[in-house]
């Protein structure tokens, strides 16, 4: 497998085409305009399976010839699709068995895609058998670059309730646990009084009364993602018997909560992966950022592709708002700065007909005399000039630590407080190190993290013993590590660790924690003696090994630690147990309260609430010193400045002095600025070429209000 298309120029660019839904004459229209917006791949037949196969092993492929080979004449590619996402209404009448069912028991009406249990043999069958045919008469097809099976898989049956699942629950439980004595131990049922007697008695975590075992919900978890996965292997599998084009599905690594996309990495040959910008989010270019270096991160750092997003409005958010001039223009690049060789979107041509008939095209309802079919072509011709990128890696020196299984374990039910959201740590932090011009990587905390610099642990309730080890041996061998509160508390089966949290984080932080301390809505508590203020939690730290940072001065931790440190090995362990945010308004530089650690440690803590047996080491080179002559105020001492003083105190290199609303990223030897911001941007030592524009820069580049440039060093610079 070469694992990457084979196309014929270097960025990839085009979309969802759906030529079923528009009358034969449109086709030729169609192929001349992808032609003049510079479209080069296509993704074709995605939710076409009720034509090619109109009633059970009848099938008619007569349609799909006649594009496929109109899109070949006009020298464009194909990324063919299995159209299993959406089987057909004569399959749901024939096989009822097949029906999705909720976690009340309800059916699942049609009338829709995705309304299929993903355990069902049936459906099994029928989606290979179709893969089958298409593989069998286009692999050797020389429009075909890859392969698209099913789409979007878990975007609304990402867990079915019916009977067939649960008992593949029951074979999946078999295998994953041997016998129900180790499945009674794993699941803590002696609580309550649940015990199983055999593995006939589990039923799926349908609806139920409070207190459902979270152990269950978890493996009910797992189990969904391995039924979703064996679909895609067995498409994957039977289309590999006719061909060596790249196979992959297109993942929602932004919003599909339900599926473990470190699971999927590794079952396609290129990561794909699909974004809609949250339209009414202000600063949503920070969230498109997060997911894209998400992407790039699930793909083990190689290229990846942008499957979809949206021109302007999308059709399905409560306000579906368009996106401003150039907005489109820098979502795309963004995207490809973080990695992506492909811009596609959803899709070519608006729809007419059916849920979608308001989202945004490449082609839209008002046709080439439109702001918006210019910005197609005008962006399509941009990307011409980036075919040198193809390729190329984005190197970090950062990595935030992301586990889905956590994500699903810490918003279960009954929880210490309403306001423990894994995105919103995580998006916290991600905000404040993008703020700082910190490209950074996404790593599981079991990883190799030799590589980074720094890690960070926003929310890691769920982790297991070896995990933190994995961490602790990453401190003691130079890493700087900062975690977030409510991490490590819990193992993979949801229990509590032995002893007192943090759990298997105790050694790497140096400290436990007597007791949580959520806050009430909205409430906030005192941190330091300069205004600072936490958000959503507070808990009363021991040290063991740590010292203390600063303190909280009121609520109920008051004298007690609320930022930490522990210097182990040749590296350091911090510690946050509170909300801090970041503060996008603030100057940028250290401030004075993070400046002078060494020579005060514990500062802003009562002498009873050090530890006794660490003095302090003024001796240590300015752990977390600016640069000379950078100035700050105990009112920037939130989580930004935490960060800018590790990352300082890590060696992590970045520019220094750039408005926050300038994005800047590196990809291979390729610098890009995106400007977000309203008023246009000087950035000290550029030079090169504008891949873009062909401008020279030398010593500097002005970036317009909105604008985008990319450039390429000149020589080996």
Avoid at 530 to 542: A, M, N, P, Y
Wanted: some cysteine; overall charge negative; glycine content about 10%.
């Amino acid at each position: 497998m070469s694992g990457y298309p084979a196309l014929p120029e270097g960025i990839a660019y085009g979309g969802d085409y759906n030529p079923e839904q528009w009358p034969e004459e449109v086709w030729r229209e169609d192929v001349r305009l992808m032609r003049e917006a510079g479209v080069n791949l296509v993704s074709l037949g995605v939710f076409n399976w009720s034509m090619l196969e109109p009633a059970e092993g009848v099938y008619d492929f007569d349609r799909l010839d006649r594009i496929v080979e109109l899109l070949h004449s006009w020298g464009i590619m194909i990324n063919l699709a299995t159209p299993t996402s959406s089987p057909p209404t004569w399959f749901r009448t024939a096989h009822p068995g097949a029906r999705l069912v909720d976690r009340e028991g309800h059916v699942i009406a049609g009338g829709t895609r995705h309304s299929f249990c993903p355990s069902s043999p049936e459906y099994a069958t029928a989606s290979q058998r179709l893969a089958e045919r298409l593989a069998e008469r286009y692999a050797g097809h020389p429009a075909i670059a890859m392969w698209h099976v099913h789409n979007e898989y878990g975007w609304a049956n990402a867990r079915c309730y019916c009977e067939t699942s649960a008992e593949a629950f029951r074979d999946w439980l078999r295998e994953r646990h041997g016998d129900v004595a180790a499945l009674n131990a794993a699941w803590g049922t002696t609580f309550w009084g649940l015990t199983y007697g055999s593995f006939e008695e589990v039923e799926p975590p349908r609806l139920a009364l409070p207190g459902q075992l979270t152990a269950l919900q978890l493996d009910y978890a797992r189990f969904s993602v391995e039924a979703h996965i064996a679909n895609f292997r067995r498409e994957r599998d039977t289309i590999r018997r006719f061909g060596d084009q790249p196979v992959t599905t297109n993942f929602m690594i932004a919003n599909c909560v339900a599926m473990d996309y470190w699971r999927w990495a590794d079952e396609v040959d290129v990561v794909s992966n699909d974004h809609y910008l949250e339209a009414v989010r202000a600063e949503n270019h920070i969230e498109l950022a997060m997911a894209a270096d998400l992407t790039r991160s699930v793909a083990g750092g190689r290229p990846w592709m942008l499957m979809e997003h949206s021109t302007g409005a999308v059709n399905w958010q409560p306000r579906n708002l368009a996106k401003r001039p150039g907005e489109m223009r820098r979502n795309s690049l963004a995207h490809v700065a973080r990695g992506s060789d492909s811009v596609l979107f959803f899709q070519w041509r608006a729809s007419r007909h059916g849920a979608e008939k308001f989202h945004s095209a490449m082609l839209p309802h008002a046709g080439t005399d439109s702001d918006l079919w210019r910005d197609v072509v005008a962006l399509g011709a941009g990307l011409r000039g980036l075919a040198g990128l193809r390729g190329s890696r984005v190197e970090a020196e950062v990595a935030l630590v992301w586990d889905w299984e956590s994500f699903w374990a810490l918003e279960l039910e009954w929880r210490p407080s309403v306001d423990l959201r894994f995105r919103e740590r995580m998006e916290a932090y991600y905000e404040a190190l993008w703020r700082e011009h910190v490209t950074v990587d996404f790593a599981r905390p079991g990883d190799d993290l030799s590589a980074y610099r720094m890690v960070v642990v926003p929310s890691s309730y769920l982790l297991t013993e070896a995990a933190g080890k994995n961490l602790r041996r990453y401190v003691e061998a130079g890493g700087h590590l900062v975690v977030s509160y409510f991490s490590g508390i819990v193992d993979e089966n949801d229990a509590v660790h032995p002893g007192a949290p943090p759990g298997a984080l105790r050694d790497v932080l140096g400290l436990t924690v007597e007791e949580f301390h959520p806050l009430p809505e909205n409430g906030t508590v005192p941190v330091g003696d300069d205004g600072l203020t936490g958000r959503i939690w507070s808990e009363r730290v021991r040290l063991a090994g740590a010292r203390a940072v600063h303190a909280f001065t009121g609520g109920p931790d008051a004298g007690h630690p609320a930022v930490t440190r522990h210097e182990l090995g040749a590296g350091t362990a911090w510690y946050v147990a509170t909300a801090l945010d970041p503060s996008p308004d603030r100057a940028p530089g250290v401030p004075e309260g993070f400046r002078d650690l060494d020579r005060a440690p514990g500062a802003g803590v009562p002498e009873g609430r050090r530890d006794p047996g660490d003095p302090g080491d003024p001796g240590d080179p300015g752990d977390l010193g600016g640069p000379a002559g950078d100035t700050g105020t105990g009112a920037e001492r939130d989580l930004r400045a935490l960060l800018r003083a590790v990352l300082d105190l890590a060696g992590v290199s970045r520019p220094r002095g750039l408005p926050d609303t300038l994005e800047l990223v590196r990809r291979g030897r390729h610098l890009f600025l995106i400007n977000h911001g309203e008023e246009p941007v000087t950035v000290p030592e550029v030079s090169g070429t504008g891949m873009l524009d062909g401008a020279a820069y030398t010593g500097s580049a002005t970036v317009p209000a909105g604008g985008v440039t990319v450039v390429e060093p000149a020589g080996d610079a």
